[in-house]
């Protein structure tokens, strides 16, 4: 009777299955709005006190999680993008410091991976939707009355970099020429010039094409990524949605004009709430609200020319207490709101008091996929998918941090120590390079926890830490990375600004 039973348990065990099938592992979609020049102080859910809401930024914030320590690659726009989009810090690029102009060759090297080119190769569409600001190496013109001609395709748009649709603008729009780019191609060409010089809403004068409205380029781009976002619902994507606002020219149209009680920087911030809010509710009228992560942040501070001197004057801090706007190397500079949602996967209502920068996307991205980047890419990016989900994970996941200013000034954050390696702002606040600074210190070191503000250089009181600091940064810049890997080439620089100790 046992041997019979045997045989009847042998034979069972054979019909099952080796190994039960596994549920398909979907794909979550991602997408990234980037505000240009916003505050930290400036969103509602960050800063209690603002002198306005929004809602729909908050809504996010009450939906997923808040960083209360992120930070822009750089005080200003074009570094900032390069950084999140290829991983790396752009001074390790051609650019030591400033921005791309009008006409400026492209800044992201070839062959360079982007967070585009490896998420195509994992299964996913890409889309760059928004604000480019990176070069896009223009078609010589023949016409000595034409920059460049409009009528051929750019040889590098950010399709040559891995995104499989396009509609941007070239740079800021207050910098021309003032053309929509779909796929590589001007959209309608130029058939006058414009220019604007009242207080806040200025551009400078440039071509403009024929379907080119500046007060319409924010709806433009949202009305262009709903549509994307309906159209690819079927499949994983990612959509790179960088604006062109708050940033000037500041061109809150007739329904914002005066929502905020503050001035026209104020009511435009409320329009690109709004925008966000847009965006939400495509992904719920397309039921992609469940498996899509949703990243809102800005590429640095606030703009000292929105008016920051009257709103402060009336209770309001887009810097949210910290020193500093955009442009320069203290915390007001590159300090950003960052907040991102996704269902089921991150806590709502949840804080990080992690120090993040946004050179991390590609590592997250590669995290939550489970993929392994090379050790040629992403060179500053760290995996923050598991503070995203709540895991164990040590107190500061990044070994270290750099800040870099538009006047090519470094700074390095390690916890709570922060070195600057300028004697002033580094921007354009008081003191800015040049005779302002004339007499200060060379080096400024701020303990955070006890002076977030940043208004005691304690440099003379720690020369350990002083040169503990300029020593990891040395690393950092000659091993051409600062995560763990291989050593990587760097752009040689006859005088890095700021580290003339090296």
């Avoid at 980047?373 to 994970?393: F, I």
């Avoid at 390690?414 to 702002?425: I, R, Y």
């Amino acid at each position: 009777m046992r041997l019979v039973y045997l045989l009847i348990l042998v034979l069972c065990v054979g019909m099952l299955p080796r190994q039960l099938p596994q549920a398909p592992v979907t794909k979550p979609n991602f997408i990234y709005i980037l505000a240009d020049d916003m505050g930290l102080g400036d969103v509602s859910a960050y800063n209690a006190a603002a002198r306005f809401r929004t809602p729909h930024i908050d809504k996010l914030a009450s939906e997923g999680m808040s960083f209360t320590d992120a930070h822009s690659g750089s005080a200003v726009c074009t570094p900032t993008r390069y950084g999140i989009l290829t991983g790396r810090y752009s001074w390790r690029s051609k650019l030591k410091k400033g921005v791309t102009w009008s006409y400026d060759s492209a800044l992201i090297e070839d062959k360079r991976m982007t967070v585009a080119s490896f998420l195509k190769q994992n299964g996913y569409h890409t889309a760059s939707v928004g604000k480019w600001h990176l070069g896009l190496n223009w078609a010589a013109s023949s016409d000595t009355t034409q920059p460049v001609d409009f009528a051929k395709p750019v040889q590098k748009a950010p399709n040559y970099y891995g995104f499989d649709y396009s509609y941007i603008i070239p740079a800021s729009l207050d910098i021309p020429p003032y053309v929509y780019v779909e796929n590589g191609k001007v959209t309608a060409q130029p058939n006058r010039q414009t220019e604007s010089k009242t207080e806040f809403g200025w551009w400078r004068k440039g071509p403009t094409g024929a379907d080119f409205k500046h007060e319409e380029v924010l709806d433009t781009f949202i009305d262009k990524s709903i549509d994307y976002i309906g159209q690819h619902k079927s499949e994983p994507f990612f959509l790179y949605l960088p604006l062109a606002a708050p940033h000037t020219p500041i061109l809150p149209t007739s329904a914002w004009a005066g929502k905020s009680g503050l001035n026209e920087y104020g009511d435009f911030v409320l329009m690109v709430d709004h925008a966000v809010g847009r965006i939400q509710q495509a992904l719920i009228d397309n039921g992609l609200d469940k498996n899509t992560i949703l990243v809102f942040t800005a590429d640095n501070g606030c703009a000292p020319y929105a008016g920051t001197a009257d709103m402060e004057k009336k209770g309001h801090f887009s810097s949210n207490g910290y020193r500093g706007y955009k442009a320069d190397i203290y915390e007001g500079g590159h300090r950003v709101p960052f907040i991102v949602k996704w269902d089921n996967r991150i806590k709502p209502n949840s804080r990080s008091d992690q120090t993040i920068c946004l050179t991390d996307l590609m590592a997250t991205c590669a995290g939550i996929l489970g993929k392994k980047l090379p050790d040629h890419a992403a060179g500053d990016s760290y995996d923050l998918s598991p503070v995203w989900t709540g895991k164990r994970v040590p107190p500061n996941i990044r070994e270290a941090t750099v800040h870099h200013s538009v006047e090519g000034a470094f700074a390095i954050r390690q916890a709570n120590w922060k070195l600057v390696l300028a004697p002033g702002s580094g921007g354009w606040s008081y003191p800015k390079p040049g005779k302002e600074s004339e007499g200060l210190p060379a080096v400024q070191l701020y303990d955070l926890a006890q002076d977030p503000a940043e208004k005691t250089n304690v440099y003379a009181q720690h020369p350990q830490k002083v040169a503990e600091l300029k020593t990891l940064l040395t690393k950092y810049i000659r091993e051409g990375r600062s995560t763990k890997g291989k050593p990587q080439p760097y752009v040689q620089s006859d005088v890095w600004p700021g580290t003339e100790w090296m």
